[in-house]
């Protein structure tokens, strides 16, 4: 029998993007609680460096630990590159999952010609991450990486069925068209968001993974196998913090997650 755990969730990212990750976990643990934490004062994360983006990551989990998150998902993949071992430490022994470490479980075996293209913000690029974590499970792989700096600004713009993101998303993608990859990691919480135009862009041949998916999967893993489940909760209480309310988290939020957001608060980090 498992044991009942009624502390919620902590789910953060740089901004909004990590709500695509949030979906994906109501979806499958719909009695959870969920904390959710996103950095809108000083993001884009993508684009800072690897000291600054440490920083902003262990202000954050201070904070989730100060609000008894049971289990801790780092839903940004430019933080999951950076500053996953920060991240840990100072959890603790509260569970951590990331994005990175649970989308390269999910693609690593998924090439039929061992090709896989993974388009990230430059952060997660320039940190090999996600190659260095596909290659120790599967040697035999190639990854292939692009940077694609414009789509968090084109998508937050509301650019997403725009002109000017395909063209821009042709520019981007044709390297991996050339290097025939057969698998695409979207590494970058945003980019589910123009998953239509990646695959027609890509064709059918191209299998597109969001990490996200993997992510709750392997969040559910570990909740299990701690015995920390939330069976009987009818009610999940649902709430999101930031660092500065912007009208469009709520309204982008709101589209991300195809539901309301009721309850926002900001919060000062230091
Ligand atoms: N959430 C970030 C990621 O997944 C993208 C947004 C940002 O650059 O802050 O990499």
């Given amino acids: 029998m498992a044991h009942l755990n009624s502390d919620p969730i902590g789910v953060f990212d740089s901004g909004i993007g990590g709500l695509t990750v949030v979906k994906t976990i109501m979806a499958k643990l719909p009695h959870e609680n969920i904390i959710y934490f996103g950095d809108i004062a000083r993001l884009p994360y993508g684009t800072k460096s690897v000291t600054t983006i440490r920083k902003f990551a262990a202000q954050t989990v201070k904070f989730l630990i100060s609000q008894k998150v049971k289990a801790i998902v780092i839903a940004c993949n430019t933080i999951s590159a950076v500053a996953k071992d920060e991240v840990k430490n100072l959890a603790k022994n509260i569970p951590v999952i990331d994005v990175i470490s649970s989308g390269s479980k999910a693609s690593a075996f998924s090439s039929k010609n061992n090709k896989i293209g993974v388009i990230a913000t430059p952060a997660t690029i320039n940190s ?4 260095t974590a ?12 692009q940077a694609c700096s414009l789509f968090v ?10 002109v000017a993101l395909e063209l821009i998303a042709r520019e981007y993608l044709q390297p991996l068209i050339r290097q025939q990859i057969d698998t695409l990691i979207l590494g970058c919480t945003h980019y589910p ?7 027609k862009i890509m064709g059918i041949h191209t299998n597109l993974i969001d990490p996200a998916i993997s992510t709750s999967e ?21 709430r999101f913090f930031v660092t500065e309310i912007v009208p469009k988290f709520q309204s982008i939020g709101e589209r991300f997650l195809k539901t309301q957001i009721n309850h926002l608060e900001l919060v000062t980090l230091d």
């Fill in 128 to 131: 090999d991450a996600y190659p």
């Fill in 134 to 145: 596909i290659q120790k499970l599967n040697p035999k792989v190639q990854v292939f990486s």
């Fill in 153 to 162: 600004p084109l998508i937050e713009e509301g650019f997403i069925d725009h």
């Fill in 193 to 199: 968001l123009i998953k239509e135009v990646i695959a």
């Fill in 218 to 238: 392997e969040l559910v893993q570990t909740l299990s196998m701690m015995k920390m489940f939330n069976l009987d909760n009818i009610a999940p209480d649902y």
